[in-house]
């Protein structure tokens, strides 16, 4: 699923968990992909050059790799900005508002 930020206009894709991923043949790991079985899933955050959502070129990033920091390690902890207090996984989908945007 994804979302647009009404501010920046970033887009972001929700992936679930895979349990194939990495497994399977048909599923390698990759770069927008990197964990194997990936239980918690992850965001995906795409930029469209210039801002421009008709461009033929942007920049992507992982946003989060959801995980447990608390009983994981490595990528199965989640990125640096995954802690104990904002713990996720398996996001479904994701809806950003102007409110949310703004900070208020």
Not at 18 to 26: A, D, I, M, Q, T
Not at 42 to 60: L, M, Q, S
Not at 81 to 92: A, E, G, I, R
Request: with cysteine; net charge neutral.
């Amino acid at each position: 699923m994804g979302s647009v930020h009404p501010g920046n206009k970033h887009v972001f894709c929700t992936l679930t968990n895979n349990k194939y991923r990495g497994v399977r043949e048909n599923q390698p790991l990759n770069v927008a992909n990197p964990r194997e079985k990936n239980p918690y899933g992850h965001i995906v955050r795409w930029e469209p050059k210039g801002g421009d959502h008709t461009a033929t070129d942007f920049n992507w990033d992982i946003f989060v790799l959801a995980g447990n920091p608390d009983v994981q390690e490595g990528l199965m902890a989640g990125t640096a900005n995954v802690n104990k207090d904002n713990m996720f996984n398996s996001l479904m989908a994701l809806v950003l508002t102007a409110q949310a945007a703004c900070g208020s």
